[in-house]
């Protein structure tokens, strides 16, 4: 019976000492698995064509084309992660006894990286690098005379830092920085001249000659406020949302600047998808024109909201 007792003491005493670390629930650290990499590539061909032939109703014979390539390579170890995304997006449309028309023209580059304190937080100290330009003429349509818009002129870069949530940062983040520097580049003389996309207009004497030249280079530093959104509406579906806003501390601060896009990819076989997209913008530098009352001649009007919508269906692949 002595035994038996010491053997029962023994036992509770180690199930009373074992007792407390079963009380308390301990979050566990995501799985670690080491570093990696991910990369990906997308080729996009969209195609469009109307022909008529004796068709009691009218119409233009036309055809329209679109081309997108998209590349991005990601790295994400612990504590860190890299993210890194090219786009390039050129369309073209052309209609019976009508010259051809630029539909799309985008250069875009991305790179952002982020670091978090611990292996389990939702929050990351963050850095982003955004640059945007054309590749080709822009006209204000039939006038193909006179280019609105040439290659880096304009062209924007975005530079900062500031704190990024995102559980699923692919998929889902919130970024806000109290610190970021917009740059306008307007590289073509006769615009910059004029004074386009905010830049300082040339100076010039009575005769009409150049005095001091107009600003290439326009410099701000103000807010800015990411949101990316990535979901699967239903089978097959995607929505992808990305939205931007910018204000400037010195100029106007209070005016924000708008880029939102909205686009629904829908998935018909591994190689035929269908794209609806929204785009829209508003940036108080970019005004617009109106027609003078002298003849010949135009006045600045202000900025107005700029929006495009697509639609297409096409060719994608993924390699």
């Known amino acids: 019976m002595r035994n038996v007792f010491l053997i029962t003491v ?15 629930l301990k979050s566990k650290a995501p799985k670690y698995d080491g570093p990696v990499w991910a990369q990906k590539n997308k080729a996009l061909v969209n195609l469009s064509q109307v022909s008529f032939s004796n068709w009691n109703s009218g119409g233009s014979n036309s055809i329209s084309g679109l081309l997108g390539m998209e590349s991005s390579a990601n790295y994400t170890d612990k504590y860190f992660t890299w993210r890194n995304n090219g786009l390039l997006k050129y369309g073209i449309n052309k209609q019976q006894s009508r010259e051809l028309r630029k539909t799309d023209d985008l250069l875009e580059i991305n790179s952002d990286i982020g670091f978090k304190p611990d292996s389990i937080s939702n929050w990351f100290y963050s850095a982003k690098l955004n640059f945007r330009t054309q590749l080709t003429n822009g006209y204000k ?4 005379d006179e280019p609105i818009s040439r290659f880096l002129a304009p062209g924007y870069l975005f ?5 990024e949530y995102g559980k699923n940062i692919d998929k889902l983040s919130f970024y806000f920085s109290p610190l970021t520097l917009k740059a306008t580049f307007v590289l073509d003389e006769e615009l910059a001249n004029a004074g386009k996309f ?8 009575a005769d009409g000659n150049v005095i001091v030249a107009g600003e290439r280079v326009k410099k701000e530093v103000g807010i800015l406020i990411n949101n990316g959104y990535e979901m699967d509406v239903a089978t097959n579906i995607k929505m992808k949302q990305q939205v931007s806003l910018y204000t400037d501390y010195i100029n106007k601060f209070g005016n924000v600047d708008v880029d ?42 202000g900025a107005k909201v700029q929006w495009k919508q697509f639609l297409g269906i096409g060719f994608a692949v993924d390699f």
């Not at 530079?159 to 704190?163: A, S």
């Not at 076989?269 to 109106?290: C, E, I, P, W």
């Open 198 to 205: 905010g830049v300082t207009p040339a100076v010039y004497d």
């Open 10 to 24: 023994c036992l509770s005493l180690q199930f009373i000492h074992a007792q407390p670390d079963s009380l308390f």
């Open 260 to 301: 939102w896009r909205v686009d629904f990819d829908f998935k018909v076989n591994h190689f035929v998808k269908a794209t609806l997209g929204s785009h829209l913008r508003y940036d108080n530098d970019v005004k617009t024109s109106k027609p003078s009352a002298v003849a010949g001649e135009v006045d600045e009007a």
């Open 159 to 163: 530079f900062g830092g500031g704190m």
């Open 141 to 144: 349509y039939p006038n193909t």
